[in-house]
């Protein structure tokens, strides 16, 4: 089997926003508790502290969460069954989307310097 890059042909803001969901999935997931409905739901999103944000012991750019507060991304990344959104802010990542390739995950993990 080829493996094609992006087959959903996600657009940048797209793939950083699953990338970053990607993220707190693996940084707050219970590994005790199954997945529910198949995904994973993050509840919480990480509050802005000054110019980045807080996800588990990394740092990330407050820019680069602009995606979490875009709906045209979330729906996209709905439609595409990535994951699944309702507000008030509860994402659920999909397996589909805890599987989907970014290749921006290391790129975004920054380790805290506080």
Known sequence: MIFKKNPLQL??????????????????????????????????????HGDH????????????????????????LSRKKLIDYSFPPSITITKEGLQYKTELIQKLKNLSDH
């Not at 996800?55 to 996209?76: H, K, Q, Y």
């Open 53 to 76: 944000v807080h996800i588990g012991r990394f740092t990330v750019s407050s820019r680069e969460i602009s995606g979490f507060s875009n709906p045209s991304v979330l729906a996209a």
């Open 11 to 48: 657009n940048k803001l797209q793939l950083r926003t699953l990338a970053l969901l990607q993220i707190l999935a693996e940084e707050y997931h219970d590994k005790e508790t199954p997945y529910q409905n198949n995904g994973i739901t993050v509840k919480n999103l990480p509050p802005l």
